[in-house]
């Protein structure tokens, strides 16, 4: 965000129609606008803030097919054919960003590195052998090691080589520019409040814009008007990233993640002549759950621990991304749900949205052009069963949401009053028998707002160190003041009025409020 220029897009100010609208403006719905607006189709994005500017603004840029420890499981759950076709998908779109980035002349910072996987527990070694076995049996160019170019030993790795690590980007900034050349349209800080499926579909603004479209592509991330299929089978998680310019003879090379320690992922990027721009993920955990700051310290320490140069660093950053897990491991590309005919979705990317997103406009155009359809256009299909052997995950995934639905209705997690919050932070109290998400700011003045997300009614938390409140059922996110930060939630918090002391009122509240 901070090395490319602002987008200025309009905003949706009069209704239109078009062949197709695609709602969400990140990397899968951009690069479903660039195919459908080559293959000759009306195309129009809308995007509720900025285009890449959300999730994809937000991604440390690792293209790779090698996905943690996915391809054994992968084969034990869905077979060796199905590992083959995920693996053959997400090198194809590795392969086609390269190939974009000749033909529209793109400088999105390519490089060509190896990708790891890597356990430091010698317990652990019998994992990476299977899964570089599954990766390798898959098609991809798959070895099992036991060295690597990270500072600190392993006890083995899976490396793949031929990965991509790119400038996201400046390369859907490109895409963009190629897409509104051919003719499509960007409407940013439009953001869709309703959806009517039918022959032709109805899209509605919350300023009032209404878009007619034949076709509908949802690629909003958390898809923002499902509240029956998809929903049930998506888990949201948030991972923290810190990054620091370190010298660039004693930069790692290659991309590596460990599921060790809480996750831990290093790669470092182009920065200057001389420098690296190491940069290191980890601490997952649910949104709204809490104490960020702490989780940011510990992935600071670590890093200035294992990764040399990097606590001498002048500058340091640190942001964070979301994304959501499926309950079999594989995204959602397709028909949203088995009655819809011209609403299409991409989500479910489990963390690797970039190699996925870049499938997703592929298989998506192939649907709407009614092209020929890629392979593993099946193996995508959000109409696909949830397979015995997942069930205990759908279950796990969904018992979560039901105990914040249910169980935040009897019990507030913060016993104490508004008066016990200290400048800079928030909590969730009761006042006047409502529940509110209450902040308060640097200098002291409190705002309260609704702290049930207009989703669908759990109870969000604070984020501490981003300063925002967070939806832990579905992800949505929230500025202190109500607005909407980060969807499925189409609509802000509601404002609450503070009294002069708001104290915590004793007893349980069932009421919903």
Known sequence: MATTPPTGHPSLEADLTVDTAIVGGGIAGLCTAW???RAGREVVVVEADRIASGVTGHTTGKLTALHGLGYARLRKAHGAESAALHARAQQEALDHVAALCSELGIDAELERVPAFTYVRDDR????????????????????????????????????????????????????????TALGGRIFERTRITTLHEGARCRLTTERGATVHAKDVVVATHFPAFDHTTLIARLTPRRELVIAAPVPADGAPQGMYITPEEGTRSVRTAPYGSQRRLLIVTGESFVPGSGDVVERLGRLDSWACEHLPGFA????????????NDSTDHLPYVGHVHPGTQHVYVATGFGGWGMSNGVMAGRLLAAHLTGGPRPAWTELYDPRRLVP??????????????????????LHVPHDGSADDIRPGSGAVVRVEGQRC??????????????????????LVGFNDAE???????????????????????????????????????????????
């Open 35 to 37: 195919e459908l607006a």
């Open 124 to 179: 652990r070694v019998d994992e990476i052998r299977a899964e570089a076995e599954a990766a390798r049996e898959a098609g991809l160019s798959a070895s099992f090691v036991t060295e690597t170019d990270l500072p600190y030993p392993v006890a083995a790795a899976v490396r793949v080589d031929g990965q991509l690590q790119f400038h996201p980007r400046k390369f859907l900034l490109g895409l963009a520019d190629a897409f």
């Open 312 to 323: 001498d660093a002048e500058t340091r950053y640190h942001w964070s991304a979301q994304d």
């Open 388 to 409: 015995l052997r997942e069930m205990p995950g759908f279950l796990k995934a969904q018992t979560s949401v039901v105990e914040h639905f249910v169980g935040d209705r």
């Open 437 to 458: 998400a209450v902040y308060r700011d640097d200098a002291g003045a409190v705002s309260a707002v609704s702290a049930r997300c207009t989703h669908m009614g759990c």
């Open 467 to 513: 300063r925002v409140w967070e939806c832990p059922c579905h992800g949505s996110r929230f500025a202190t003041d109500g607005s909407v930060v980060q969807g499925p939630a189409t609509r802000p918090l509601e404002r609450r009025e503070m009294p002069a002391a708001a104290h915590d009122t004793a007893g349980n509240d069932s009421t919903g409020n």
